[in-house]
């Protein structure tokens, strides 16, 4: 049997690579006991400068983000909708805590930013309903960034986030859980 190299990512270089980021923009509300984090992907060229960004953001029925970084908070109608822009939007000039979760060329990027967006529409296409704590931003993020490659569980490392992150962990487009069948004797 042959030895067969196992291939290896090859090291960043500033100068050239487009990357793919993760960053935190605070959410200052005085009602929030403990500082909170929405969660933004945002693409980058090799000088730094931002190309576009992808959020979840909470959406009225019309289809238009509502004007608050945590949406209606008790507007049941709202769903979580996830919104491309081109250069710089609200959310990644101010993103906090940026980590690199993808870096390459310009091709490559353009062919990740394509995938973030189909996943995108895929988790548009469900119409979940938007809830502060579990089905918001942060979910939609943990359910974008596999689409690309990348373990959502590596942004945990080395330190974490500096806000608290609500909903990361959650997978928007995982299949809903099956009820129990009952079995004969169950209805004891």
């Known amino acids: 049997m042959m ?8 090291p960043y270089n500033s100068k050239t690579d487009y ?11 005085d009602w929030l006991p ?6 933004v992907i945002t693409g980058h060229a090799p000088d730094g400068r931002q190309l576009w960004e992808i ?3 909470p959406t009225d ?6 004007g608050a970084t945590v949406g209606a908070l008790f507007d049941l109608d709202d769903t979580i909708q996830v919104h491309y822009e081109t250069g710089e939007w609200k959310h990644g000039p101010g993103a906090i805590n ?21 996943t995108g529409e895929l ?8 809830r502060a704590t579990t089905t918001n931003s942060n979910a939609s993020v943990w359910t974008l960034l596999p689409s690309i490659g990348f ?19 959650r997978n928007l487009l995982a299949p809903e859980p099956r009820p129990k069948r009952l079995q004969p004797g169950d209805y004891r």
């Open 34 to 39: 403990t500082g909170s984090s929405h969660l």
């Open 98 to 118: 940026q980590r690199v979760v993808w870096y390459g060329g310009p091709d490559a990027i353009n062919k990740n930013r394509n995938t973030l967006r189909y």
């Open 151 to 169: 373990d959502p569980r590596r942004l945990f490392r080395y330190g974490g986030f500096k806000g608290n992150v609500p909903g990361f962990s």
């Open 19 to 29: 990357t793919i980021r993760v960053g935190e923009s605070p959410i200052r509300l």
């Open 3 to 10: 030895d067969v190299p196992i291939p290896r990512p090859r």
């Open 123 to 130: 988790i548009n296409e469900k119409q979940i309903p938007y």
């Open 61 to 66: 029925p019309d289809g238009e983000p509502t």
């Open 55 to 57: 959020n979840g953001l």
